[in-house]
């Protein structure tokens, strides 16, 4: 009849084949008695586009499946992305605008508020890469084969100027990377924007990446990290950087990380 629908009436949810199983504002689920079937994170995806009737359980484990971020999002508990996890962003694009903003991130930085406790385990993943500017597009982007900048500057190939421009906050990160110049392919996209604010302990052992990807060259230029967190350990990597065999390369992006005990 058009109404909500709640996930709870189905006895399995079965998400495999790249298959996406959205979460609109009118949805109802609780992820903690919820069936889900999984294929892995590189087959499965949830997409949390309205997280108003989403009860999450005190403690989620990540794991099988993609989380797609599309939405800001606020949750109590302990979160843990498993080998099997990853926490990521859908990457659609803005094509009607020219100039400086033509190829721009469709979606808000990837935004999450978690009171409790976040933790990445090796192998896991949050990652925005490749979810900035297109390829040639944004405010650092460059003319002729050179890699896109944002917090650096873009690398070239033959050192005479004009170069592109730095930009974004070094406090308060919040841009994309932009694109490097690739003929008319979205084949050296920046990173994106991820925002997480974690009242516990942050314990990073694997990724948490907002780089330009592994494409081709020049590359763009990283995204933006903004962490927020009570305590941070971990052995793992943050990571906003350009992927480093593309040459030339795209400048680096910006990380800022708060710990506020």
Same mark, same amino acid.
């Given at each position: &009849?058009?109404?909500?629908? #709640?996930l709870?009436?189905?006895? &399995?949810?079965i +998400?495999? $084949?790249?298959?996406?199983?959205?979460?609109?504002?009118?949805? *109802?689920?609780?992820?903690? @008695?919820a069936?889900?079937?999984? =294929?892995?994170? &590189?087959? =499965?995806?949830?997409a949390?586009? !309205?997280?108003?009737?989403?009860?999450?359980?005190p403690?989620?484990?990540?794991?099988?499946? @993609?989380?797609l %971020?599309?939405? $800001?999002?606020?949750?109590t508990g302990?979160?843990?992305?498993?080998t099997n996890?990853?926490?990521?962003?859908?990457?659609?694009?803005?094509?009607?605008?020219?100039?400086? #903003?033509?190829?721009?991130?469709?979606?808000?930085?990837? /935004?999450?508020?978690?009171?409790?406790?976040?933790?990445? &385990?090796?192998?896991?993943? *949050?990652t %925005?890469?490749?979810?900035?500017y297109?390829s040639?597009?944004?405010?650092?982007?460059?003319? !002729?084969?050179?890699g896109?900048c944002h917090?650096?500057?873009?690398?070239?190939?033959?050192?005479?100027?004009?170069?592109?421009?730095?930009?974004? =906050? *070094?406090?308060?990160?919040?841009n994309?990377?932009?694109?490097?110049?690739?003929? $008319?392919?979205?084949?050296a996209?920046?990173g994106?924007r991820?925002?997480?604010?974690? /009242?516990?302990?942050?314990?990073?052992?694997?990724?948490?990446t907002a780089?330009?990807?592994i494409?081709?060259n020049?590359?763009g230029?990283?995204?933006?990290?903004w962490?927020?967190?009570?305590?941070?350990a971990? @052995?793992?990597?943050?990571?906003?950087?350009? +992927?480093?065999?593309?040459n030339?390369?795209?400048?680096?992006?910006?990380?800022? %990380?708060?710990v @506020? $005990?």
């Amino acid at each position: &009849d058009g109404g909500p629908v #709640n996930l709870g009436d189905f006895a &399995d949810i079965i +998400v495999t $084949n790249n298959g996406v199983l959205g979460i609109n504002t009118d949805t *109802i689920v609780n992820f903690g @008695t919820a069936n889900l079937r999984l =294929s892995g994170r &590189d087959k =499965s995806f949830i997409a949390l586009r !309205g997280a108003g009737g989403v009860t999450f359980p005190p403690n989620w484990s990540i794991s099988g499946f @993609t989380l797609l %971020v599309d939405t $800001n999002t606020m949750a109590t508990g302990s979160w843990t992305v498993t080998t099997n996890g990853r926490i990521s962003q859908s990457s659609s694009k803005h094509w009607s605008s020219a100039g400086t #903003n033509f190829g721009y991130p469709y979606m808000a930085p990837l /935004t999450l508020t978690l009171n409790g406790n976040l933790t990445v &385990d090796p192998g896991g993943e *949050i990652t %925005v890469d490749g979810a900035g500017y297109v390829s040639q597009c944004g405010p650092g982007r460059q003319e !002729g084969d050179r890699g896109g900048c944002h917090g650096g500057q873009g690398g070239d190939n033959d050192g005479t100027p004009p170069y592109g421009n730095t930009y974004g =906050s *070094i406090l308060r990160p919040t841009n994309a990377g932009s694109g490097g110049f690739w003929g $008319n392919w979205n084949d050296a996209p920046g990173g994106g924007r991820m925002r997480l604010i974690v /009242t516990g302990q942050t314990t990073v052992n694997g990724q948490m990446t907002a780089r330009a990807p592994i494409r081709s060259n020049p590359g763009g230029a990283g995204g933006s990290i903004w962490l927020t967190t009570a305590s941070l350990a971990g @052995t793992g990597m943050i990571d906003a950087s350009c +992927v480093k065999d593309t040459n030339p390369g795209g400048g680096g992006g910006r990380v800022a %990380v708060y710990v @506020t $005990n």
